[in-house]
């Protein structure tokens, strides 16, 4: 051990250990527990992972005491407000803000690959047409496999971009097919001469009988929800993607891993789940009803689009997002929405109930974006496929992060075995 590095001491059945501690750039420090096994023989317990560092990485950062999420170092907030979708989408994927050149070549390359292969819409209609969009999604980003087979290398650098570029540019395609699948309307092809935010919308609300023009502020409003879904550390689903690419498997099936973990109620889930309670709770006098439930041990109900792991003051996204609301609904001359004021009046209740307070339990992202999603003319199905080509950038950045890293192991966790002993076969007659 180097004579300056920083250990901790572990003292196991008189015999003590130095495990060396690693200092980050932020956040607390880490206990590198990587020899520890071999040397004492022991695991660490850790279901959830709620005080593991699955990882090394350089992409974001959550101060979840200060309310803070950094994306290669630059606030949430800011960039909501300064930049766009794209452009994080560079800074995530090759660490900094690009120059205008390097933007418009980034711009260029997305948006020439925006359209799916024609026999991936056959795929599409294998599927029932009541299928939940997700459903769709998790089997044809799966099967983009079975399609892309100059991008599958993943010890190829070029094939690595390429698979990125594809998911970052199809993603919006293979979500707005989906929807247009479940209402039984024709796809709408990708256009270039749209924004990113601008496409997806056209893709999802234009049908061939007549003009639509995109609405540049939902356009906009668009555009930031994806920004402030791109990434988020090492959650369930980012983890779940670097787990299963840890094994050597194919970009496409790693997010189509991660698209199936994230919807999962407790996660990307809970979009929809938080705007389905809003209208089930339906009016502010049945809100401390809702309250007492979410309260009682043995009620299986949580107020959906509250709590996280991580933050235990505020989710930066959450305010970003409520701000959103009331903008769109402005917009879309709304100012009666009963689900906005159940909300608003909820996060009030809640925030000063001490249940809530002790246990730090704030609105999350997902409390104000199903609102203004509903208020664009999405259902409600659709809020989690919308969560899923957001964060599809964070996740493909935190797959090459991971496949680029030389120290890369397949991920294996251990346990503590509980369960039976060694014990012999037992002939049936003998049970
Ligand atoms: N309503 C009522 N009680 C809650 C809630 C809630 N939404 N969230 C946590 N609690 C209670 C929980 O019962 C527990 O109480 P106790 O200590 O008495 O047993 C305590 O708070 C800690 O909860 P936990 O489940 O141990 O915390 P966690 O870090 O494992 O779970 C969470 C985090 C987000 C899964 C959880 O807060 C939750 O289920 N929230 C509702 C679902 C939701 O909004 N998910 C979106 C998360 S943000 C976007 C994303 O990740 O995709």
Redesign the pocket.
């Known amino acids: 051990m180097a004579e300056n590095q920083k250990t901790a001491t572990l003292s196991l059945d008189g015999t003590t250990y130095e495990l060396p501690v690693l200092s980050p750039s932020a956040g607390p420090d880490v206990l590198d527990i990587r020899k520890l096994y071999g040397q004492a023989d022991v695991f660490t317990y850790d279901p959830?992972f709620?005080s593991t560092a699955s990882c090394e990485s350089k992409i974001t950062y959550i101060d979840g005491d200060k309310g803070e999420l950094l994306y290669r170092g630059y606030p949430i907030d800011q960039l909501a407000e300064k930049s766009h979708y794209l452009e994080v989408c560079y800074l995530l994927l090759y660490g900094e803000l690009p120059t205008r050149a390097q933007m418009e070549d980034f711009e260029y390359r997305i948006t020439r690959h925006t359209m799916i292969h024609e026999q991936i819409h056959n795929f599409f209609r294998g599927f029932r047409r009541d299928s939940h969009p997700m459903a769709t999604m998790v089997g044809v980003v799966g099967a983009m496999s079975a399609f892309y087979h100059d991008s599958l290398d993943i010890n190829d650098p070029w094939q690595r971009e390429v698979a990125s570029m594809r998911l970052i540019a199809k993603l919006p395609t293979i979500a707005a097919m989906a929807y247009k699948y479940s209402i039984g309307q024709p796809f709408v092809y990708p256009r270039n001469d749209l924004s990113y935010a601008e496409n997806f919308l056209n893709m999802c609300f234009s049908v061939p009988a007549e003009p639509y023009k995109v609405e540049p502020a939902l356009a906009k409003a668009m555009d930031r929800i994806f920004t402030l879904h791109a990434d988020?550390e090492q959650?369930?689903s980012t983890s779940t993607v670097r787990l299963a690419g840890s094994s050597g498997a194919n970009p496409f099936a790693c997010i189509a891993a991660g698209i199936a973990c994230?919807w999962g109620?407790?996660?990307?889930g809970?979009n929809q789940?938080?705007l389905e309670m809003l209208r089930e709770i339906g009016s502010v006098d049945k809100i401390p009803e809702y309250i007492k439930r979410?309260?009682d041990?043995d009620d299986p109900f949580?107020?959906?689009?509250?709590?996280?792991?991580v933050y235990k003051n505020f989710?930066p996204r959450a305010k970003v997002m409520k701000e959103s609301a009331d903008e769109v609904l402005d917009l879309l001359g709304i100012h009666d929405n009963p689900t906005l004021q159940v909300a608003k009046e909820l996060e009030k209740i809640a925030l000063e109930d001490e249940y809530f307070v002790s246990?730090k339990?704030y609105p999350?992202?997902?409390f104000y974006s199903g609102i203004i999603l509903e208020a664009m003319g999405f259902p409600t199905s659709m809020f989690t496929p919308i969560?899923a080509l957001s964060r599809t950038v964070g996740w493909i950045s935190q797959w090459k992060e991971m496949i680029e890293d030389p120290t890369n192991k397949i991920g294996r966790p251990r346990q503590l075995y509980t369960g039976a002993t060694f014990r012999d076969y037992v002939d049936v007659e003998k049970r």
């Not at 949580?302 to 792991?309: D, E, T």
Request: hydrophobic content about 40%.
């Open positions: 959830g709620t988020h959650n369930a994230l109620p407790a996660h990307g809970a789940a938080c979410a309260k041990k949580r107020l959906m689009g509250f709590g996280h792991r989710d246990k339990l999350n992202v997902d969560f």
